[in-house]
């Protein structure tokens, strides 16, 4: 069974592990159907992001474990940012899509907000994690 942890806490554990081996065994604890589409869409240079961030948004207040959702359930719903996605609605316009994302940031854990920021910019600041290591770290794991 896999533990449950907030993305933002797997990645610290990910840049606290001291060596690639650790490392390894961080991604490979918490593989899950969702952790794998948050870095596909991360590290895909290929996945591109429209969405306009909102200039502002009121950061949920909840502690951790506690919020209204969390990253791994809303990263199944972040084909409406991505250019080109099958799934996207027509006629979505920017404006709805950074009041959907405004929504979203505004439910989860302030630590996930911000990840999920840097995500949209494809600038995850993990240190280490790279879409090579990834596939190294997860090979021949389904």
């Known amino acids: 069974m896999i533990e449950a942890r907030l993305f933002s806490e797997i990645f ?24 794998k589409m948050f870095l596909e869409y991360a590290l895909n240079p290929a996945i591109k992001f429209d969405v306009i961030p909102p200039t502002s948004y009121r950061p949920a207040t909840e502690p951790a474990g506690l919020n209204v959702t969390y990253l791994d359930m809303e990263v199944s719903k972040l084909y409406r940012f991505i250019v080109g996605h099958p799934q996207r609605p027509d006629g979505l316009t920017p404006e709805k899509q950074t009041k959907l ?3 979203v ?9 911000e990840l ?6 494809k600038n995850l600041g993990v ?4 879409i090579k290591f990834v596939q190294e770290a997860i090979a021949g794991k389904k």
């Open 127 to 130: 240190k280490g994690l790279t």
């Open 116 to 121: 999920l920021l840097k995500l949209i910019n």
């Open 105 to 113: 940031l505004e439910s989860l854990h302030p630590d996930e907000s």
């Open 101 to 103: 994302l405004t929504v």
């Open 12 to 35: 610290a554990e990910f840049e606290s592990a001291e060596t690639k081996p650790a490392k390894q065994a961080v991604l490979k604890k918490y593989w899950h159907p969702s952790l």
